[in-house]
C-alpha cells in the first residue's frame, strides 16, 4: 500500500470509516506493534494533517516517546502528569478542547491547542497512549473517540 485513499472532502466520520478498512489491511500481517504504531501515525498524520501524532510506550514505570509524525516531543512522561500521564492513570480517553486550561498540561511546544490522548490496552492494562495534537482549539470532540479508541485496537488484533 503506497498511499491512503480517502477524500478531503468527506466528513470527520466519513474520514475515519473510510480509513479503517485501510489501517486494517495496512497491519494485516504485521506483528511488531512498533511498526504498527509507526504506521497508524503516519496515516493519522497524513488523512488529517494533525499537528502531531504519536505513541509513549509504558517503560519502567513512565511513558517513553515512541513512533510519531510532527516536531521533537518530550521524551518521558510521568504517571498522572499532563494529558498523556493522566489517561494512563485514568486508563480512560481524555480530549482537551484548550490545553492552556488542562492541570498540569505539559507543553512540548507551544504551539499545541488541543488534544487527545487515547489509552492502548493489552490484557485489561494500559501498555501505551495514542497522543494527537491539533494547533486549533477544540479540534477533537467524541467522533475522534470513537474511532481512535477503533484505530488502537488494531494494534493488537
Known amino acids: 500500500m503506497e498511499t491512503l485513499i480517502v477524500d478531503k472532502n468527506l466528513s470527520k466520520a466519513e474520514k475515519y470509516e473510510a480509513l479503517l478498512p485501510q489501517l486494517q489491511a ?26 502531531w501524532t504519536g505513541f509513549y510506550i509504558v517503560r519502567n514505570d513512565v511513558l517513553v516517546v515512541a513512533p ?9 512522561i510521568a504517571y498522572g502528569r499532563g494529558v498523556c500521564g493522566a ?3 485514568q486508563a480512560e480517553t481524555i480530549v482537551v ?19 487527545i490522548v487515547v489509552p492502548v490496552f493489552n490484557q485489561g ?18 467522533t475522534d473517540a470513537f474511532y481512535l479508541k477503533k484505530i488502537v485496537e488494531l494494534l493488537l488484533v
Not at 504504531?37 to 498524520?45: C, G, K, P, T, V
Not at 510519531?68 to 518521558?76: D, H, L, M, Y
Not at 478542547?97 to 488534544?115: G, M, Y
Not at 492494562?125 to 467524541?142: C, G, H, P, Q, R
Open 26 to 51: 495496512l497491519l494485516s500481517g504485521e506483528t511488531d506493534v512498533i511498526a504498527n504504531m509507526a504506521n497508524l501515525a503516519a496515516a493519522l498524520h497524513e488523512v488529517f494533517q494533525f499537528f
Open 97 to 115: 478542547p484548550n490545553v492552556d486550561e488542562f492541570p498540569n498540561h505539559i507543553a512540548c511546544s507551544s504551539l499545541s491547542k488541543s488534544e
Open 87 to 89: 489517561a494512563w492513570a
Open 68 to 76: 510519531f509524525q510532527g516536531p521533537i516531543a518530550c521524551s518521558r
Open 125 to 142: 492494562k494500559v501498555i501505551a497512549v495514542l497522543d494527537v495534537d491539533s494547533k486549533e482549539l477544540n479540534t477533537f470532540d467524541e
